[in-house]
């Protein structure tokens, strides 16, 4: 399965950006559909954003849309998550993983360590 690691969290200010990257291991990421998940203590996972295999599909959380992007690169063998007008309530520890073709919202791999994000306000 695809193994991933994620990067670029930090502390920002309300309304500041982050741009956060997901590097993957294997020969294969170019065929799995990816997506972004974040969860802070106490709350269930939240899906935040996913994209087709080919980057030519996305799907976002209501919560995000508009403010976040996501994109990949196959060469790199990675995707990223551009996150602007950052809001307190986006404060999460983010997480890649494959997810299945059928479900954006169901991940299918194996979990990174994740990456902290922490909005003040």
């Known amino acids: 399965q695809v193994q991933v690691v994620e990067s670029g969290g930090g502390l920002v200010q309300a309304g500041g950006s982050l741009r956060l990257s997901c590097a993957a291991s294997?020969?294969?990421?170019?065929?799995?559909?990816m997506g972004w998940f974040r969860q802070s203590p106490g709350k269930e996972r939240e899906s935040v954003a996913a994209?087709?295999?080919?980057?030519?599909?996305?799907s976002y959380a209501d919560s995000v849309r508009g403010r976040f992007t996501i994109s990949r690169d196959n060469a790199k063998n990675t995707v990223y998550l551009q996150m602007n007008n950052l809001k307190p309530e986006d404060t999460a520890v983010y997480y890649c993983?494959?997810?299945?073709?059928?479900?954006?919202?169901?991940?299918?791999?194996?979990w990174g360590p994740g990456t902290q994000v922490t909005v003040s306000s």
């Open positions: 994209i087709s295999a080919s980057g030519g599909s996305t």
């Open positions: 993983n494959a997810v299945s073709v059928s479900n954006w919202r169901t991940p299918i791999g194996s």
């Open positions: 294997g020969r294969t990421f170019s065929f799995y559909r």
